[in-house]
């Protein structure tokens, strides 16, 4: 991809735009990002914009939030390029606020503006670091169900022995009906299938056991659900340590089990990686040793970056709604970026729509 | 403690027995042995008798199971102290059998021997690396609940940054209602204060997020429950993360949520390990490396081996119960003889009892 370098980059790796796209500018994609989301915001959020558009082309930027913070950061970076919007907000939702409330009252708010943009289809996706359950109440709330879906997820990747699965639902929905798990491994395969060109998705149920009569009734409902799915791979029941295996690239759960397990592998992966440097750090010899060995180890470890996996796409509502952390740096903000953008070219939302849709005639539900 | 050898000893490490414990063994603590339970049964199982034995005094053990095949093992390492008692069982309950009919038709499996004489006090304590599903219903049914306990629970340790703590339940109740939840806090705290010397063992309700309103209704009243509990040190909700931060003692979920925790903590685990270890091999700087730090590396991992926890107690039971790993080496029936040793020692159970005749007595269930 030819790149052209444009003057401004004091963001550490510096960020280029393509001459061309800065011509077919009308043909752009537009990625709208809540600049004050996150613990970070504004500064992580601007800087990680600023990374991204200097390593990705095709699309711009519509930043919501407090414009002069905003634009101070630009300035201070040395932007001059025009790939990016702002668009002032009065209102911020604060972490600690409860999520319907601050949805159906700051409508001034980053997170409602983005979302409504959304809906208004006046963007392609929007992506934000910030208070999690307004975010997703709100994408529900504004954004909208897809029809004929009864519940979106929260879909995020986790690091497994063969790359990588999606584990849905991680926090959404703490209570499932057996339909959920149904159409969860639905969303599941189409986004699989589309984003990393899995030919068939292979889904598993995570439970306690391996076998057919396993779990809650809730969950051995599920299974029959699943097993009578025709066009869906569906594997069986899978245990906790048969996601590290890579046993499936689709596990399905409940939003309460997903989430838990979901901070479970961010924690034990950090954990484990500190106690190796700790190690590596302790004298002489391990520091020789660490000399040898560090980029190896650094590698294996990146698996666990969930800053690698960037944002966790939000499926089954109308839109392409992206969560980061809340704690996001500004490279966590790039890669979310980079997979919002990703997403959005594909027509996974399409595919929901019509996969949804012929369920609904078929009076499935 | 002053160790006499005895003579025999073929197991690797050597096995001793206190020339003191052979003149007492009527005032031994018997712990019972299901001899052919597990994938690596009886051999392994066998072997891990001596090596305890080997190590550890005040009691006998007494093994349950294919009486030649047991004799023939003792033979083949040279064992010739009186510490163990062989107990011939005709019937083997497999891996693959329906529980409660295992239970049922199998009397004089193993299993069933082995929790027979639990209840009629013939033992101090059974442990078995058999079929899970069997060994816990059989738990239930032949051991039988204490008084007042609604719901007993396999009660794992993880590994945590600050040690370990308990995970309660690990799969024995796929479902709980509130107050099952209040009685693990109370059976986990008795265990870690007096298993563990913890003076006040830090309570965590497992969580989708750490605010008082999070989780499911059943979640949400258990909470209220918990904190409601005046000698019980309820630090509130805690989230996936949290238990790898080392932020409580116990952990209280129900069992489904901890079956998946426990096997994602132990997959993760050996799952690092076995990259890391693979890092080492790549090539000559590597394994230069690996030489250097080999010793302190494997001491951190030592702490995701689930061979060195040993046995899982099943808690809320009439007696002491341990389950074991299905593919346990002679090592970790060691370590889980060690265990139930140690717990056949203390008042737990009694004080489980007299806990639960006050809550009866106070009308609370």
């Not at 009252?105 to 392609?124: C, F, N, P, W």
């Not at 990146?302 to 980061?324: A, C, H, M, N």
Request: glycine share 12%; charged share 25%; with cysteine.
């Amino acid at each position: 991809m030819p790149r052209a370098a444009d003057g401004g980059g004091a963001v550490a790796s510096g960020w280029r735009e393509t001459v061309h796209m800065e011509v077919e500018m009308a043909e752009y994609m537009t990625i709208t990002v809540d600049a004050m989301g996150g613990d970070n915001a504004p500064e992580a959020v601007v800087e990680g914009c600023l990374l991204a558009l200097g390593r990705g082309a095709g699309y711009r930027l519509q930043l919501i939030g407090d414009e002069a913070a905003i634009r101070r950061i630009l300035t201070e970076h040395g932007y001059k390029g025009d790939r990016i919007e702002i668009l002032n907000a009065t209102q911020v939702i604060g972490g600690d606020e409860v999520p319907t409330k601050a949805i159906r009252e700051k409508k001034d708010s980053s997170i409602v503006r983005g979302l409504s943009l959304l809906k208004e289809k006046r963007t392609d996706a929007f992506f934000s670091c910030g208070n999690t359950g307004a975010l997703l109440t709100g994408a529900m709330l504004i954004a909208g169900r897809i029809e004929g879906v009864d519940r979106p997820a929260l879909a995020p990747m986790i690091p497994t022995g063969r790359g990588f699965a999606m584990l849905i639902d991680a926090g959404l929905n703490t209570s499932c009906k057996p339909v959920n798990y149904e159409q969860f491994a639905e969303i599941g395969s189409i986004y699989m299938k589309t984003m990393y060109k899995i030919a068939s998705p292979k889904v598993g149920l995570l439970n306690v056991g391996t076998e057919e009569n396993k779990g809650t009734e809730i969950v051995k409902e599920a299974y029959g659900r699943l097993a009578a799915l025709r066009d869906i791979n569906f594997i069986g029941n899978i245990e906790g340590r048969d996601l590290t295996d890579g046993k499936c690239d689709v596990a399905v759960c409940d939003g309460f089990v997903g989430n838990v397990v979901l901070k479970c592998y961010e924690s034990i992966g950090s954990y484990i990686k500190f106690g190796i440097t700790d190690v590596f750090r302790r004298n002489t010899r391990s520091r020789l040793a660490a000399a040898l060995v560090k980029k190896d180890i650094r590698a294996f470890f990146k698996q666990f970056d969930y800053e690698e996996y960037g944002g966790t796409p939000i499926l089954g509502v109308g839109g392409s709604v992206f969560k980061g952390h809340g704690n996001a740096s500004a490279k966590t903000v790039m890669c979310a970026i980079d997979c919002a953008v990703a997403f959005a070219k594909t027509s996974v939302l399409d595919q929901i729509r019509d996969r949804f849709a012929v369920n609904a005639l078929a009076g499935e539900l």
